[in-house]
């Protein structure tokens, strides 16, 4: 049995933490895919903070990269957003190669980005490969909320509260939420350009479609946090005043046609408190009996990472296409090398 | 489509919960089998507190209810270990009937009754039917668990604390669990016939077998509860002197192989203080993170009966055989009725 090759597509904040817990389940590492400059003809060991050297140079040429060597599946960790991600995703599937994404919208890309989710399922089809997104969410927000509804007889409402660190996620994050910005300056972004960001939605779209609902309504607001106390972000390297824009809080709410809404607000800020924790809780009504379901203790960052690895044999495994992960198993433990659980 | 046809075999506090849950989700009930005196002869709805009448009368004679009511699947809720079910799981595998059981043991019975597991499991292969054990474990202490641990990649320690109220469950428990003893007396008969309530060992069992650990040696200790005050237990309609048994915690490791350590400690007593619920919390340590698990608000009374409910479908197309679940997907919300849910 041959081992299971990877390219990391982004060697930023994530596809660093991803890379060494590829290869501590026996994945190898045969392409490293990035943009950064000063990143840029290093060996990936000095970027992903290997022992070892892996003689993969970090590399920008995505077409080159992914048409020679040989990869099964490429891990992308770039941006957020389908049509911001689809020709990252488009080089790997035209050269055959399987995609797992941290990207948020391709948890459950179908209602938001539906034309271009055809169009990757019917390039990964046409190419016999897999494209799933995976992530924090598929465990924590839609699996185990699953589980427990699987316990009930009916479902009345959803209701999620999460929490994790901004600065856990690097600069671009940061940006995207403005820290350090004027609560006059991130209203005016918000109201002036918009807001989507597609964890939350795409979440409850995952959601809906593992309980078998069909999405009617949706209502999205976001909510700037403002530090209460100067606060140090450590991703973007600079102080938050007092009183500046520290994170946001999304809520969505969704109406289904069957009746059952899910609502879900996640707050995602610079930790400036020392009992700051990552926690995902959730509170789910119907019959017979409301449940809670919390979990508390780790850390939003690292297991993002390592579901992802635990991922990559049911991406493998799946039949061609764009596969969400409603249509895919829970995801399970995975003690022996990730090839193991590879039907080759 | 025409509707699941069911027998509520155990027509005691759980049948009597299920079989309304039964009916509210389209499922035909067909017979009724019990033994207590006072129930035979009656009407389903009397024993069950139904609101119609359903012309389905309370019967002794398995065999012959089995036999000729043309039942799909029983619901067995009769008693404790699979010794003690054998001739009950065999009438209805005999008669073609598939079986879904609360009796604890099935839920993980190949180690601890493994040549009973064998016979049964030849025999429902022999009828084409299935056997599943299900409940509460299920869910909560399984399924969930194995789901945040499917988020790890590395397992090293899973301990669980759960519990719930004696009085919800009749007298057959109370007084097995030896409510109202002295501690002299508990002590006595634990250490006299030895103790072996398979609720904590076998969710274990089934627990170890869902990650893919291999039991290598368990360890058991069970200890009593004692009233702080007089209290009532409902369900012997008894008074419970202060200092008497009012339950017991039941403790139990289980090393494995592999190497990772499952814990698993459960308290079944009276509830006698005005903030005593029903409680499951895991801690499940490991890396990249350890995480909590906590879920509470619930009844593990109700939730036994609607998880019962919710796994029906998946019972009817298991492939014939003992089914444990760890061989089955997670238990799913089921919204229309059952039998949409069948592959006939």
Redo the contacts between chains.
């Keep these: 049995m041959r081992p299971i090759r990877a390219v990391i597509y982004g060697v930023g904040s994530m596809g660093a933490l991803i890379a060494p817990?590829l290869l501590?389940?026996g994945v190898e590492i045969v392409g490293a895919i990035g943009r950064n400059p000063a990143k840029l003809g290093r060996d990936l060991a000095e970027v992903a903070h290997l022992e070892a050297a892996t003689g993969i140079i970090v590399d920008d040429d995505a077409p080159q990269v992914l048409g020679t060597c040989g990869a099964d599946i490429a891990v992308v960790s770039v941006g957020s957003l389908v049509g911001a991600m689809y020709d990252h995703f488009r080089v790997c599937l035209e050269n055959g190669v399987n995609v797992i994404t941290i990207e948020e919208e391709s948890l459950y890309p179908w209602l938001t980005s539906s034309s271009l989710s055809a169009e990757l399922d019917e390039l990964a089809k046409r190419h016999g490969v897999t494209l799933t997104g995976s992530g924090?969410q598929d465990?924590?927000w839609v699996?185990?909320v699953?589980?427990?509804?699987?316990?009930?007889?009916?479902?009345e409402r959803v209701e999620g509260r999460a929490q994790w660190n901004v600065d856990d996620f690097g600069p671009e994050v940061a940006r995207e939420f403005r820290v350090g910005a004027t609560r006059e300056a991130f209203h005016e972004a918000v109201s002036g350009d918009g807001w989507y960001s597609p964890t939350v939605r795409n979440t409850l779209d995952a959601l809906a479609a593992e309980?078998?609902l069909t999405v009617e309504r949706s209502h999205a607001r976001v909510t700037p946090v403002l530090a209460a106390a100067d606060a140090r972000s450590k991703s973007l390297a600079q102080m938050i005043p007092a009183g500046r824009v520290s994170g946001l809080v999304e809520a969505v709410r969704i109406e289904t046609r069957?009746g059952p809404t899910l609502e879900f607000e996640m707050t995602g800020r610079v930790y400036d408190q020392p009992l700051d924790a990552d926690t995902s809780e959730w509170?789910i009504r119907g019959?017979?009996?409301?449940?809670?379901?919390?979990?508390?203790?780790?850390?939003t960052r690292?297991?993002t990472?390592?579901?992802i690895?635990?991922r990559i044999p049911d991406v493998l495994n799946a039949e061609p296409g764009l596969v969400t992960i409603d249509q895919l198993?829970?995801?399970?433990?995975?003690?022996l090398p990730l090839s193991d659980y590879v039907r080759w």
Excluded at 146 to 155: F, R, T, Y
Excluded at 329 to 335: D, F, I, L, N, S
């Design positions: 817990m501590h389940k924090i465990v924590y699996k185990l699953s589980g427990v509804v699987g316990s009930m007889l009916q479902l309980l078998g069957e509170l019959e017979p009996a409301a449940v809670r379901l919390a979990n508390a203790g780790y850390s690292l297991l990472g390592s579901i690895a635990n198993p829970p995801a399970r433990y995975r003690p």
